[in-house]
Every structure is written in C-alpha cells, then in structure tokens.
C-alpha cells in the first residue's frame, strides 16, 4: 500500500508566498517522475510542475518564474514554493509520484488527496 499525503494549503493573499509538501509512504521501491497538478472548480485537473528522478523539471506556462518544484529524495517528498501568488491560483493542489511498490511491479501513478489553496485578499 501507497499513500500520498499532501500538505502546506491554507488561505493567503495576493502576492504571498505557500509551501506544499508530499510525502510518499509504504511499500516503495523506486520514485520515478514526481508531479503537482491543480483543479479549480469546474475546470480539469491541470499540470502544474513534475520533477525526475535526475532532478529536470517541468513548469506550465502559468507557474514559470513564481513556482519551483524541487524534491527530498531519501524522504520520497516532493515540494512546490509558490511565490507573487495570485487569485487565479486558487485550486484543490494534488501531488502524483510514478514510483514501483516492488521489485516485480511495474511503475504505477499513484495520487494524494489534494490540499486547498486559496488566494483572495
């Protein structure tokens, strides 16, 4: 069993700055890809940012300059920073991780359950 538990969500305001964590537990083998993606009510879920193993990244075009993934890899979590936040921001935040749970498994995508960040002032 693998859980992904995010964390960090709150109610800021414009221009402030949040910190989401993931921590991936339980039987893990190896982390591959690690992602955040984010849902605002109505619309789909949206990519965000994902880091490799090897550390490249990846930004949609709305986080570039303002978001930074980065990630603990003897911790399996994940981080996004989110600086100069903005209205347009606010979305239910869920981290994903590919990872294998042993070693005769193939990779999985597995998902946390979503934190709510709030922007407004």
């Known amino acids: 069993q693998v859980q992904l538990v995010e964390s960090g969500g709150g109610l800021v305001q414009p221009g402030e700055s949040l910190r989401l964590s993931c921590a991936a537990s339980?039987?893990?083998?190896?982390?591959?890809?690690m992602g955040w993606y984010r849902q605002a009510p109505g619309k789909q879920r949206d990519l965000v940012a994902t880091?490799?193993?090897?550390?490249?990244?990846n930004y949609a075009d709305s986080g570039k300059g303002r978001f930074t993934i980065s990630r603990d890899s003897a911790k399996n979590t994940v981080y996004l920073q989110m600086n100069s936040l903005k209205p347009e921001d606010t979305a239910v935040y869920y981290c994903?991780?590919?990872?294998?749970?042993?070693?005769?498994?193939?990779?999985?995508?597995?998902w946390g359950q979503g934190t709510q960040v709030t922007v407004s002032s």
């Open positions: 994903n991780a590919v990872l294998r749970s042993d070693y005769y498994s193939r990779y999985s995508l597995y």
């Open positions: 339980g039987s893990i083998v190896t982390i591959s890809t």
């Open positions: 880091i490799t193993s090897g550390g490249r990244t």
